[in-house]
């Protein structure tokens, strides 16, 4: 993937994780916006941050959203057993026709 | 209630075709853009296609050649034409609306369907 994520994270209840999100100077670092998706067990993926840190209606403020230079991070605070699922970050990339990339994806695992 | 259902996908030899369908309601497919994203079993997600809503499409590499995206404004439907397909266009494929931040002027992709799956096998 030309966004780059750990395959797996885990915490405990009630503990904060982040996942990273890495791009380069074509996109991520290039100014485009990253968004986040959340894909639970054997259900369609769900937008979950958009335009880096923005949550929509009804994402609880537990999951947050930053972006720097050619990184961003998605954030889980008070983590709770829902919370287990895939997660993914997206972009665009000036480089390809269409421009949208996503990452690898990343498993939460709520220990 | 703004929804998207996914239909039109089956067990498909190499080679073949096949015509997704992407049903939208509580908005209007022709004024927005659309995306159709696939994963494949046990992987990530993929982008596959993009029609905004002025008409404009594109593709990704893997599949540039080989599928069309179109809509029919009548029906409110959203379509991914298949051809040549191969083994690797196994997967789960959704349609999803892509948003647009008028602010700051970017896309995300705000409503998904529950994808239809597809499978090329001999």
């Known amino acids: 993937s030309v966004l780059t994520q750990p395959p797996s994270v885990s915490g405990a209840p009630g503990q904060r994780v982040t996942i990273s999100c890495t791009g380069s100077n074509s996109n991520i670092g290039a100014g485009f916006d990253v968004h986040w998706y959340q894909q639970l067990p054997g259900a369609a993926p769900k937008l979950l941050i958009f335009?880096?840190?923005n949550r929509p209606s009804g994402v609880p403020d537990r999951f947050s959203g930053s972006k720097s230079g050619t990184s961003a991070s998605l954030a889980i605070t008070g983590l709770q057993a829902e919370d287990e699922a895939d997660y993914y970050c997206?972009?665009?990339?000036?480089?390809?026709?269409?421009?949208?990339?996503f990452g690898g994806g990343t498993k939460l695992t709520v220990l | 209630e703004v929804q998207l259902v996914e239909s039109g996908g089956g067990l498909v030899r190499p080679g073949e075709s096949l015509r997704l369908s992407c049903a939208a309601s509580g908005f209007t497919v022709s004024s927005n853009s659309m995306s159709w994203v696939r994963q494949a079993p046990g992987k990530g997600l993929e982008w596959v296609s993009l029609?905004?809503?002025?008409?404009?499409?594109y593709y990704a590499d893997s599949v540039r050649g080989r599928f069309t995206i179109s809509r029919d404004t009548s029906k409110n439907i959203l379509y991914l034409q298949m051809s040549s397909l191969r083994p690797e266009d196994t997967a789960l494929y959704y349609c999803?609306?892509?948003?647009?931040?008028?602010?700051?002027?970017?896309?995300?992709?705000?409503?998904w369907g529950k994808g239809t799956t597809v499978t090329v096998s001999s």
């Open positions: 029609i905004y809503n002025g008409g404009a499409t």
């Open positions: 335009g880096n840190s």
């Open positions: 999803a609306r892509e948003e647009l931040n008028y602010d700051y002027y970017y896309y995300y992709m705000d409503v």
């Open positions: 997206q972009s665009f990339d000036a480089n390809l026709s269409g421009s949208r990339i």
